[in-house]
């Protein structure tokens, strides 16, 4: 979210359009076929447990760090700055005529993994940024008279640092000495239950050495693979008894199960959080700033917006936690009392005030146990001191789905089935189910609210149905929206997040009767633009904008359209 005028909420980023084509590709994964039981990994210190020994970083950008690892005690953090990409490579022996596995884990901001001077069609493959850990692999094979390739990890100019950890060139034994392969890891233990809703179990388990991921199973069946020691099965029947053990695995195997533990989903509930919320309501983020928009007391908040995010709480010196300080400086000596006073008049007339964490400037990060317990014990402080109704999640500078999802449950536990929960994604966040920030909206769907995707600040991205559609029409808003429609969410937690003014965001603005269009289009089927979806979503939650204060400034001409628009939707 944007801190100031006639900015983007974050920078534009110019290689939206490879994103899409790259998306749009959706390259598979090509097998290299049965594996010759004298292949080995040629790579040296391949997870970086000899620091950056056999590896060469441009600029400095590499360093070798204990956490996060995927496996062992040490993985590569690189870092981009200015013109460089932090670009980290090894010259690997290889036969000639042959075919390799290239593999890595990755996590953090954009990375990159690719392999050249191979004498035939060097590849390479990538990810946008990632809370965990992400397995990228490709093949490649090489020319007649190639003893040695190079191969390479990057970011992306002006992003976020990349790690990576535990990487292959996995094919015919090249000469030049590997590191040794590992062996089977031993059995998880400790297994126990941390949480249970009435549609999901979430699980915890004790570290296992020279592990890189492990499987959960349900009464003998596999039902995820996760790279952390937690996680969270959903799909789940209420008031209904499961058992479940967990394996650990990496390049050698699985090892034997754990012992089992039985969980009993809790009794069924009126299912996502939000308490007496309208069926259809609008959501309006207020400032505590004043960045040339009309400065507003939380009683100034027009009476269309029915969910208001407190923008935002500020991190703290704690990882994981956070706090919130009322700027009175900036908002014209508006005192704590008074705002205090004003969170309870709103929800004397039936508003929800929710206390936003992150937005463009945002440093708060949910990366592990500790983090995610402290996240949660300092949103419920806020909720007490403040009055707040709930959370909303606004984080622009990656997610951890496991560690996110422990501060979410946590936080419900503590609060009660009435917490709102909101989330506010960038688009790119939310193209597939596969994503950070989409994979902790499914994990929490059992208390989630409202995902509030913001269509503005975007490159142009794919549709539901594989087409691209660029920013500022109602398919964009209408195709877009069908991916969480169709991937998993239920459309009461769905909604359309657009600015209140053309000031209100860098680009992205469309006049609210576009907003209006595109909610007629998901819930009644008119209003459509060339994307018209293959059915109507009559629940749609409504929409939601950046901010109240942009509103005001522009004459309040949002809210006054569109609050009733959606206020009337069927």
């Known amino acids: 979210m944007n801190r100031v005028p006639g900015t983007p909420v974050r920078r534009?980023?110019?290689?939206?359009?490879?994103?899409?084509?790259?998306?749009?590709?959706?390259?598979?994964?090509?097998?290299?076929?049965?594996?010759?039981?004298?292949?080995?990994?040629?790579?040296?210190?391949?997870?970086?447990?000899a620091g950056l020994s056999n590896w060469t970083c441009s600029a400095n950008s590499g360093t070798v760090v204990s956490s996060p690892v995927h496996g062992g005690t040490a993985a590569l953090r690189a870092t981009p700055a200015g013109q460089d990409n932090a670009r980290c490579t090894q010259t690997v022996a290889v036969k000639p005529n042959s075919t390799y596995e290239l593999s890595g884990w990755v996590r953090g901001g954009y990375a990159y993994l690719g392999v050249t001077g191979t004498g035939t069609t060097d590849v390479s493959t990538w990810t946008p940024d990632s809370g965990s850990w992400k397995r990228l692999s490709t093949n490649f094979t090489t020319g007649s008279s190639t003893t040695s390739v190079t191969v390479y990890t990057h970011g992306w100019y002006g992003q976020a640092a990349y790690h990576v950890d535990d990487l292959s060139v996995f094919g015919p034994d090249g000469g030049g000495g590997g590191d040794p392969e590992p062996t089977v890891p031993g059995t998880p233990g400790g297994l126990s239950v941390s949480g249970t809703t009435p549609s999901s179990v979430s699980l915890a388990w004790n570290t296992v050495s020279g592990a890189t991921g492990y499987t959960v199973y349900r009464d003998g069946t596999k039902v995820t693979a996760v790279s952390g020691t937690s996680a969270t099965v959903t799909?789940?029947?209420?008031?209904?008894?499961?058992?479940?053990?967990?394996?650990?695995?990496?390049?050698?195997?699985?090892?034997?199960?754990?012992?089992?533990?039985?969980?009993?989903?809790?009794?069924?509930?009126?299912g996502g959080g939000g308490g007496d919320l309208p069926k259809h309501a609008v959501t309006g983020y207020w400032q505590n700033f004043d960045n040339g928009a009309a400065v507003q007391r939380l009683s100034d908040v027009q009476d269309a917006y029915d969910i208001i995010a407190v923008a935002f709480a500020d991190a703290t010196g704690t990882p994981g936690a956070v706090t919130f300080n009322l700027d009175s400086a900036g908002l014209d000596g508006y005192t704590v009392d008074q705002f205090k006073a004003d969170v309870r008049a709103k929800q004397a007339a039936g508003k929800k005030v929710i206390i936003s964490v992150g937005g463009e400037k945002g440093t708060v990060a949910v990366n592990d146990s500790a983090s995610a317990t402290n996240f949660a014990e300092s949103v419920y402080a806020l909720m007490r001191e403040y009055g707040f109704d709930g959370v909303d999640i606004d984080l622009e500078n990656g997610l951890d789905p496991t560690h996110m999802t422990q501060a979410l449950r946590s936080l419900s536990a503590k609060a009660g089935p009435s917490m709102i929960l909101t989330m506010a994604p960038q688009t790119i966040d939310m193209q597939s189910t596969s994503g950070s920030y989409f994979r902790t909206a499914l994990n929490v769907k059992d208390i989630l609210t409202v995902v509030n995707m913001q269509y503005y600040n975007s490159g142009s991205m794919l549709g539901c149905d594989g087409k691209v559609y660029s920013q500022g029409s109602v398919d964009f808003l209408t195709a877009l929206a069908c991916?969480?429609?169709?991937?998993?969410?239920?459309?009461?937690?769905?909604g359309l997040g657009l600015p209140a003014s053309t000031r209100g965001a860098g680009s992205g603005y469309v006049s609210p009767a576009v907003v209006n269009n595109a909610l007629d289009c998901l819930t009644r089927g008119t209003g459509c633009g060339t994307f018209k979806p293959s059915r109507t979503y009559p629940s749609l939650r409504g929409a939601m904008t950046w901010s109240t204060n942009w509103d005001a400034t522009a004459g309040n001409a949002w809210s006054g359209a569109v609050g009733p628009h959606v206020h009337a939707l069927p």
């Open 12 to 49: 534009r980023r110019p290689w939206a359009g490879a994103l899409v084509s790259a998306l749009a590709l959706a390259l598979p994964l090509v097998g290299a076929g049965q594996a010759s039981a004298a292949d080995v990994n040629n790579a040296k210190n391949a997870g970086f447990e």
């Open 483 to 494: 991916i969480q429609l169709e991937g998993g969410l239920d459309p009461s937690q769905v």
């Open 235 to 270: 799909g789940l029947a209420a008031d209904t008894s499961y058992s479940f053990r967990v394996a650990a695995t990496n390049a050698a195997g699985e090892s034997p199960k754990s012992a089992a533990v039985t969980a009993r989903t809790k009794q069924k509930d009126d």
